[in-house]
């Protein structure tokens, strides 16, 4: 699908009633966007793996022993479905408006219970409502709950984790967002964070580079920018700096980087005046894998991967 139709028709079904379960049915039915579940209950349990393997390198606790909290469940709760089956048993997840549905939890469980890879056990049996998540897996869901203020008590939570979430933030959210997390999380908890700093359309719309958006001004892309479907074009390096001035210490981070290809396509583009002031390699991270923590850490605790951004020039 074109982009640009995509965009515009996104933002005019932002603005009619019940604009997210309009979302939800062009979804199912004409773009077929909750299909081949296999595959995305697989992509799934990867990060849930390695949100584990984080915690268990950085966290305070046991993962049995931890309390979790996700913000941005999504439809499909696979991400709290795929820790608990990795052994978390206790999670807060929410969502800013109610997105699950029990019809793609239980596509999820079963793709879960049909994986062939080892897991130290499975969901079972599908769900009769979402009521059940709780009983069953240890999963509080709650929606809609405003991720700036979340009514959870402080220092109670040990693991943050936020799984392509924080670029469908607007920039002005995201440091009262990440002051709430810094309140909640425990002296020695992480949050966790995997960012997708690309052009989402570029997705569906293979015409177009996962840059694309980094030639429009703020005037333009606005008309493309639904509600439904943000995206704040933030990059790794003022994503960095926001940590940093919400009071949280980066452990370590993983940058995705672009293949001479996709580099070439960057150099070739007219930038938007916003973006001209960035240096190349911050403009051509395509993604981020960071863990953070509220304790002062020292220097050289700190494994920073800017100069290795800045060699992508």
């Known amino acids: 699908m074109n982009w640009k139709v995509k965009g515009i028709g996104q933002s005019v079904l932002s603005q009619l009633p019940c604009a997210a379960k309009l979302n939800y049915w062009c979804q199912k039915h004409i773009t077929k966007a909750h ?45 709290p479905l795929a820790l608990y089956c990795l052994g978390v048993n206790r999670q807060v997840v929410v969502d800013i408006v109610p997105c699950a549905r029990l019809e793609l939890v239980n596509a999820a469980i079963r793709e879960m ?3 062939p890879e080892a897991l130290p056990r499975r969901p079972g049996r599908e769900l009769t409502s979402l009521a059940e998540l709780e009983e069953r897996f240890g999963v509080t869901y709650r929606a809609p709950v405003d991720a700036r ?18 670029e469908h933030i607007p920039a002005r ?9 810094l309140r ?27 840059y694309n958006f980094l030639q429009y001004p703020e005037r333009r892309w606005r008309w493309f920018n639904s509600a439904l479907h943000y995206q704040n074009r933030l990059r790794h390096c003022e994503y ?9 210490a980066v452990l370590s ?28 390699g911050e403009l051509a991270v395509l993604g ?21 951004t800045m060699s992508a020039a």
């Open 35 to 79: 299909e081949n579940y296999a595959e995305l209950v697989a992509n799934r349990v990867g990060k849930a793996r390695w949100f584990a393997a984080q915690f268990e390198g950085y966290g305070g606790t046991s993962m049995g022993q931890a309390r979790f909290y996700e913000f941005g469940a999504g439809w499909n709760l696979a991400g």
């Open 113 to 115: 219970n049909r994986l």
């Open 149 to 166: 203020r979340t009514q959870i008590a402080g220092a109670s939570i040990d693991c943050i984790t936020n799984t392509y979430t924080l």
């Open 173 to 181: 959210d995201i440091e009262l967002l990440l002051g709430e997390c």
């Open 184 to 210: 909640i999380l425990k002296p020695a908890g992480v949050i966790l964070s995997m960012i997708d700093y690309q052009d989402h359309y570029s997705y569906r719309d293979s015409r177009i580079s996962v």
């Open 240 to 248: 960095r700096r926001t940590f940093l001035h919400s009071g949280f």
């Open 253 to 280: 981070e993983e940058l995705d980087l672009p293949s001479p290809e996709l580099a070439a396509r960057l150099k070739s583009l007219r930038l938007s005046p916003e973006f001209r002031s960035f240096s190349f």
């Open 288 to 308: 981020s894998q960071m863990v953070c923590r509220r304790e002062t850490v020292t220097a050289a605790s700190v494994h920073s991967t800017d100069e290795q």
